[in-house]
């Protein structure tokens, strides 16, 4: 055997290694596709993220499940429809390169992409429209507090009620009690503005003392004094805060900010609730 055929066998061999290694998991393969869904910021997986595709992964012992908040049903994706959710027209593109000073927003690079549509079981509805608000603020600046759930979101002159100075709150009697799975909310959106100590609660009573649950607050430091909440801060844009609430059962809800990046002032141009009536 010459010390050319040495090196031919030699080469041969190598190459079927490198083939039998391409076939074999975990020794440089194709990666499996890593699932889009769990970059920072995004949501946790819920039953809003159905994949037809993909089994449910197995439980891991080592991570204790999420627990649901209380009331939370078990809904079978089959089950599942996005909201019906229409939104206003946009007043403004593209979304500030900056963080505003003194707030914690989440800057996405790119352009920003629309929300995608909200999966809640079928059947749910806007259930606040016409309902009855009211406020920290029983008289305010501009406009009534009926604005908030009159139907209109269009971020146009005399659409929205501007309440007083720093922290203020309205709240919307559902007048029955309701599984609710999505809040959105619009303050004023004219602009790229940002509002401060957003908090929403839920409650079984107007006076919020009895079985109150927070299903979202961005106030870190509790200026608000609603106590602490973890989320980032957001732009107020057309698309309105979409808050998950994952089916809580209440009647009423309070929502809370402190002013914005724009005033110390607080405007509401439309609240939504997508909900179905509880048993
Ligand atoms: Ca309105
Ligand atoms: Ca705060």
């Not at 040495?6 to 079927?16: E, N």
């Not at 391409?22 to 949501?43: F, K, R, V």
């Not at 927070?214 to 909440?229: E, M």
Request: aromatic fraction near 6%; charged fraction near 25%.
């Amino acid at each position: 055997m010459t010390h050319r055929d040495t090196l031919r066998i030699g080469m041969g061999l190598m190459g079927m290694l490198a083939v039998a290694a391409l076939m074999l998991p975990g020794c440089g393969g194709p990666e499996q596709p890593q699932d889009s869904n769990t970059a920072a910021g995004a949501p946790k997986p819920d039953a809003n993220q159905p994949d037809a595709n993909q089994p449910a992964p197995a439980p891991d012992a080592n991570q204790p499940a999420a627990k649901p908040p209380a009331g939370t049903p078990t809904v079978a994706t089959g089950d599942l429809a996005p909201i019906p959710l229409e939104l206003p027209k946009p007043r403004f593109s593209g979304t500030p390169k900056n963080i505003p000073p003194g707030t914690r927003v989440k800057i996405t690079k790119g352009p920003a992409k629309p929300r995608p549509p909200f999966m809640a079981p079928k059947g749910c509805k806007n259930v606040a429209l016409k309902k009855p608000v009211t406020s920290s603020d029983m008289e305010p600046v501009i406009g009534t507090l009926d604005l908030v759930t009159d139907g209109n979101k269009e971020a146009v002159e005399d659409a929205y009620v501007e309440l007083g100075p720093d922290v203020q709150w309205v709240q919307i009697d559902l007048e029955a009690k309701y599984k609710i799975y999505a809040i959105v909310v619009w303050h004023e959106h004219k602009d790229a503005r940002v509002y401060k100590d957003v908090v929403a609660k839920v409650a079984d009573d107007k006076d919020f003392i009895t079985n109150v649950r927070t299903v979202y607050s961005n106030d870190h430091d509790n200026s608000a004094g609603q106590g602490i909440g973890e989320s980032l801060e957001y732009f107020e844009t057309n698309e309105g805060w979409l808050i998950d609430c994952k089916g809580v059962t209440a009647q009423y809800l309070r929502l809370w900010s402190n002013g914005s990046t724009a005033d110390d002032l607080n405007r509401y141009t439309e609240v939504e609730v997508y909900a179905l009536p509880a048993e």
